[in-house]
T-cell receptor, first 117, second 115 residues
Framework: AQSVAQPEDQVNVAEGNPLTVKCTYS??????LFWYVQYPNRGLQFLLK????DNLVKGSYGFEAEFNKSQTSFHLKKPSALVSDSALYFC???????????????WGAGTKLIIKP | ETGVTQTPRHLVMGMTNKKSLKCEQH?????MYWYKQSAKKPLELMFV???????ENNSVPSRFSPECPNSSHLFLHLHTLQPEDSALYLC??????????????FGPGTRLTVT
């Protein structure tokens, strides 16, 4: 069955340090992968996506993510964290092999990122 | 941020009330979605519309009734809800449902509390 796992409910990072938010997935076909961010009292905002090509994808606000097919992972990274990066982060995948409703996103449960000054 | 708007932002309703949530997208998109977001759980897709035609109903109870009068507007009609329906309801849109791989744009959500 298709699934997305975000193994950490919460990640704490000091400002200025690099951050990583982990995501692993399980799909039957080639995955299309997404990261979204949700700030308090707001809807989700798109950060970046992987469709094909270069395994390192760059997105908004200095974030990037690395697609690793062998490890079925798509971890979100940033070289230097800001306090303003504190938010809830969601990983999602589309399974393009699904014959029915392959437009659906399969979502992770989210990871709360806390950046301390 | 203003591409997808939702009203009201907060709603408290009794179990016997009838209310409606409204969503409007100003992005010229063809697809619209309703999601339910509960704490520490993945987003639950409720309904999907493509060019005003409903293409997905993920086993949602009939007390939730969607309506899409045109490609810019989406409603979620609520009646005789249960306390476990309390959640954040998010509306989203995307350029197209079937062609291409497009990201979704979300509204700020309606925080629903059922008493």
């Amino acid at each position: 069955a298709q699934s997305v796992a975000q193994p950490e409910d919460q990640v704490n990072v000091a400002e200025g340090n690099p951050l990583t938010v982990k995501c692993t997935y399980s799909v039957s076909g080639n995955p299309y992968l997404f990261w979204y961010v949700q700030y308090p009292n707001r809807g989700l905002q798109f950060l970046l996506k992987y469709i094909t090509g270069d395994n390192l994808v760059k997105g908004s606000y200095g974030f990037e993510a690395e697609f690793n097919k062998s490890q079925t992972s798509f971890h979100l990274k940033k070289p230097s964290a800001l306090v303003s990066d504190s938010a809830l982060y969601f990983c999602a995948v589309r399974d393009m092999k699904r014959e029915d409703s392959n437009y659906q996103l399969i979502w992770g449960a989210g990871t709360k990122l806390i950046i301390k000054p | 941020e203003t591409g997808v708007t939702q009203t009201p932002r907060h709603l408290v309703m009794g179990m016997t009330n009838k209310k409606s949530l409204k969503c409007e997208q100003h992005l010229g998109h063809n697809a619209m979605y309703w999601y339910k977001q509960s704490a520490k759980k993945p987003l639950e897709l409720m309904f999907v519309y493509s060019l005003e035609e409903r293409v997905e109903n993920n086993s949602v109870p009939s007390r939730f009734s969607p309506e899409c009068p045109n490609s810019s507007h989406l409603f979620l009609h609520l009646h005789t809800l249960q306390p476990e329906d309390s959640a954040l309801y998010l509306c989203a849109s995307s350029h197209d449902l079937y062609r291409g791989v497009y990201e979704q744009y979300f509204g700020p959500g309606t925080r629903l509390t059922v008493t």
